[in-house]
């Protein structure tokens, strides 16, 4: 799947990984730590503290003292340290790749794909001034104008996934800060070295102290966020119970709340696709990054006479895929993130089996020489999946495929929507009647046409439907901006001599 070059080494010798407040690391008081362990070796490489609420209070408090001073600063000046910014994670694109590889278990190119993603974010939150322009009416009534203002929400709050521990992130704090607010990261206790060497990035470009901050942690940490009053905005991604409750508590507590959840993502095979190009772009999308991707296929449907070739063309492909070391050179596939999440994910595939599904690979027995200790599971490929079962019903966020079989394209699209999660989904096919009808039909957020990945650029918005997303706005682009931004409408009228008192009826201004 990939050309490797090798990554840089990674810097080991970080025993802990701080907190980060008013631009410095910081402890935490508690006695509550986690570890994070080298996904390949399965060795616990660094410890994390997890924040009481008296450590969100403090990221909190710095956030809130520079609030003033952030948001007064030009869009234009903003967006110049934005632009710094990228320059400075493209300086150290390679050390931050390989801390992500090393913890997440993606292999390398993989961790600095997901960099360039997040760059892409950046690079679109530095046209901050263009962004932030209002609207404007001139006489909207004789003498009277009227015209809005995009201002800062004020501090907001990212709670973030393992699977990308820099890009979901970057999907969010460019674009917060580009719109003049303050922004506190949660990222996942699994993988949060990253987090930390993007605050320091920042903070080398120029960015205020206080205006990003990191706090690590889980569910207290979380709901310390969640109930401060000085935060109010929330960003969340992640699985969809939690999503649920990101949401509905946030919400409660009076703040401007979005909430990514979890995926089951689709991808339709017509007889008409290009077998060759359907069975790549599948591969690459079911077994990419161990297939811990929210957009990751996990699901083919395949659409009457090419269930026979494709099944054995899968099969074929996912018993050649290289599975080993994260940071080791030709690997297709790394280790997953945790013991606890190999061994779920393995259960899954004992359950499809149980379940009466067909197993065509089977990736449980894989033992990667040197590296018994890793958390590694193979390619899994399941056919003649039915969607009562639970590997078809479920979010298994590992490298297991399965596959349905439907006799028309209706039947296939009817499938897709009873699913209740809605993220992205593709067909592939060379008819562009069948795609145009998929493409409106499908109640999905995100579509590909023979394209498996749809993740919208960065001047798109990202979000799914349904189960997938909880909240108004997807993330950054157009969306991101509107969530970061309140928007204040004036009407002006500058005094003169031929505008008479406005009485006490109902101001009409014609
Ligand atoms: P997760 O829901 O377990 O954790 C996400 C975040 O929530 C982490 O920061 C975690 O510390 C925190 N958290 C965990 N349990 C909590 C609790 N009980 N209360 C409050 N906070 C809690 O998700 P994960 O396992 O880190 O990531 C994988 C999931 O994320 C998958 O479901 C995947 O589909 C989803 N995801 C979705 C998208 C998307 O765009 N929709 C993108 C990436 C990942």
């Not at 408090?61 to 400075?88: D, G, I, K, S």
């Not at 009227?146 to 973030?160: D, F, H, K, M, N």
């Not at 811990?292 to 996912?318: K, N, Q, W, Y």
Request: with cysteine.
């Amino acid at each position: 799947m990939h050309s490797q070059h090798l990554p840089v080494d990674v810097e080991t010798a970080v025993a802990t990984v701080p907190l980060w407040i008013d631009g410095a690391p910081a402890d935490s008081p508690t006695t509550r730590v986690g570890d994070v362990t080298n996904a390949s070796t399965g060795a616990v490489v660094r410890v994390v503290p997890f924040a009481t609420a008296a450590g969100v209070n403090a990221a909190v408090e710095a956030a809130t003292a520079a609030l003033p001073a952030w948001r007064a600063t030009p869009p234009l000046r903003r967006a110049r340290l934005l632009t710094r910014f990228r320059e400075l994670v493209e300086r150290d694109q390679k050390k931050i790749a390989a801390v992500i590889s090393e913890e997440h278990g993606k292999v390398f190119l993989d961790a600095m794909g997901e960099l360039q993603r997040g760059i892409e974010v950046v690079e679109f939150a530095s046209g901050a001034p263009q962004l932030l322009k209002g609207s404007y009416s001139e006489s909207v009534g004789r003498g009277v104008d009227a015209y809005s203002r995009l201002e800062p929400v004020g501090v907001c709050a990212g709670i973030t996934p393992f699977n990308f521990p820099a890009m979901v992130p970057m999907w969010m704090f460019p674009v917060a800060l580009a719109c003049g607010n303050t922004f506190i990261l949660k990222p996942s206790e699994k993988d949060p070295s990253a987090s930390l060497i993007l605050a320091e990035l920042l903070k080398e470009a120029g960015v205020p102290d206080g205006v990003f901050g990191v706090v690590h942690g889980d569910r207290e940490a979380v709901d310390a966020i969640l109930h401060h009053p000085g935060i109010h905005a929330v960003s969340f991604v992640g699985s969809t119970t939690i999503a649920k409750y990101i949401y509905a508590t946030a919400a409660a507590a009076g703040k401007r709340v979005q909430a990514l959840g979890g995926a089951k993502n689709h991808a339709v095979v017509l007889p008409d696709a290009d077998l060759a190009l359907a069975t790549d772009a599948l591969i690459g999308a079911a077994y990419g990054s161990a297939g811990e991707r929210c957009m990751a296929i996990s699901a083919v449907v395949a659409v009457g006479r090419v269930a026979d070739p494709l099944v054995a063309t899968l099969a074929e492909r996912a018993r050649t895929l290289k599975v080993g070391p994260s940071r080791a050179e030709g690997m297709d596939m790394g280790p997953l993130v945790t013991r606890a999440h190999r061994d779920r994910v393995a259960a899954y595939i004992d359950a499809g089996v149980a379940e009466g599904a067909e197993l065509a690979v089977d990736g449980r027995g894989l033992r990667v020489p040197g590296h018994e200790e890793g958390f590694f599971l193979g390619p899994t490929l399941f056919d003649r999946v039915t969607p009562d079962m639970a590997i078809y019903q479920d979010e298994i966020f590992g490298p297991v495929l399965v596959v349905l079989r439907v006799d028309t394209l209706e039947q296939a699209i009817d499938l897709v929507n009873r699913n209740p999660y809605g993220n992205g989904t593709a067909i592939f096919t060379n008819s562009g009647g069948a795609a145009r009808r998929f493409e409106e039909q499908i109640e999905v957020g995100m579509v590909g046409v023979n394209v498996p990945i749809p993740v919208p650029m960065a001047f798109y918005s990202f979000g799914g439907w349904k189960q997938s997303l909880f909240g108004d706005l997807h993330m950054y682009g157009p969306e991101g901006i509107a969530f970061y931004t309140r928007t204040k409408a004036v009407t002006s009228r500058w005094p003169k001599d031929d505008v008479g008192p406005s009485g006490l009826v109902m101001p009409t201004l014609g």
